[in-house]
């Protein structure tokens, strides 16, 4: 069994900063790449930021500047550092994990975060 519980999020203002945690825990083996899924009202979730085993990371070009992705391998642990919110940042957070099987990868999802960003 894995687990990933998530922590962080909240309401904030505009220009505010929220940073989320996630930390994997159970039957780990290799865990690839990790990241960071949003999803807002009536939208399709979609990827805000990854970054593999190796620190190759990759952003969606609305967060490119104003949010950074990086973790912790020896912890199982990925972070997601928001600075200069906006309004069309709120959503409901999920991070994800990549975890190699034997012959396949399976992925994981955290329980979801909630992030407000309001005036």
């Known amino acids: 069994q894995v687990q990933l519980v998530q922590s962080g999020g909240g309401l904030v203002q505009p220009g505010g900063s929220l940073k989320l945690s996630c930390a994997a825990s159970?039957?780990?083996?290799?865990?690839?790449?990790m990241g960071w899924y949003r999803q807002a009202p009536g939208k399709e979730r979609e990827l805000v930021a990854a970054i593999t085993r190796g620190g190759v990371i990759n952003y969606v070009d609305s967060v490119k500047g104003r949010f950074t992705i990086s973790r912790d391998n020896a912890k199982n642990m990925v972070y997601l550092q928001m600075n200069s919110l906006k309004p069309e940042d709120t959503a409901v957070y999920y991070c994800n994990a990549d975890i190699q099987q034997r012959d396949y990868v399976l992925r994981y999802w955290g329980q979801g975060t909630q992030v407000t960003v309001s005036s």
């Open positions: 159970g039957s780990l083996f290799t865990i690839n790449a």
